[in-house]
């Protein structure tokens, strides 16, 4: 395979990269937004019921609202929703810039073997470093809306990717 093709190749492997990511951190935001919204709410008012009535009549309300509150905050932690958010995001502008770096050594014809060496490596890097899955719902639509791109693995289900996708918007 032509330097160049590999360019490319890589080149779309980040920008699909960093759309999932972006799209599965933005998803993982909202479900811990979601959470919060779930927590304040009962949390705040038995405050408020607390400061208005007799506390020792509220006794057995106020020990369900705060296990009800203790189970999701566990539920929360254990599923690391906000660190999947996080990772998702950080990685979404890593793979950003990657590729950012690759279209820029497309434009000024610097595209040596030892510089597309350290363009895999990093790919490489950035992919080992995500631990987490991403949403199958999400992977389908990135899926279907990048076809005309190559695919990373991750979006292959296990199939060989091809050896060219279709006709590259880019010219060669």
Do not use: W
């Not at 020792?56 to 905050?73: D, E, F, G, M, W």
């Not at 998702?88 to 000024?108: G, R």
């Not at 040596?112 to 949403?135: A, C, G, R, W």
Request: with cysteine.
């Amino acid at each position: 395979m032509e330097p160049i093709q590999l360019y490319i190749k890589y080149k779309d492997y980040c920008y699909v990269m960093s759309v999932l990511c972006n799209r599965s951190g933005a998803y993982y935001a909202f479900i811990k937004q979601i959470f919060l919204v779930i927590l304040i709410i009962p949390s705040s008012s038995m405050a408020i019921i607390n400061g208005a009535f007799n506390e020792t009549a509220l006794k057995p309300v106020n020990i369900i609202v705060n296990a009800i509150v203790a189970v999701l905050i566990a539920i929360q932690n254990t599923l690391k929703i906000a660190e999947r958010a996080d990772i998702f995001n950080t990685m979404s502008i890593k793979f950003l810039k990657l590729c950012s770096e690759i279209e820029s050594s497309i434009i000024n014809d610097n595209m040596s073997n030892e510089h597309l060496n350290t363009i895999i490596n990093n790919y490489n890097s950035l992919i080992e470093q995500i631990s987490f899955n991403f949403p199958e719902r999400i992977k389908k639509e990135i899926k279907t809306k990048n076809k005309h791109k190559h695919l990373p693995h991750v979006l292959n289900d296990g199939t060989s990717p091809p050896e060219s996708p279709p006709e590259s918007p880019l010219p060669v």
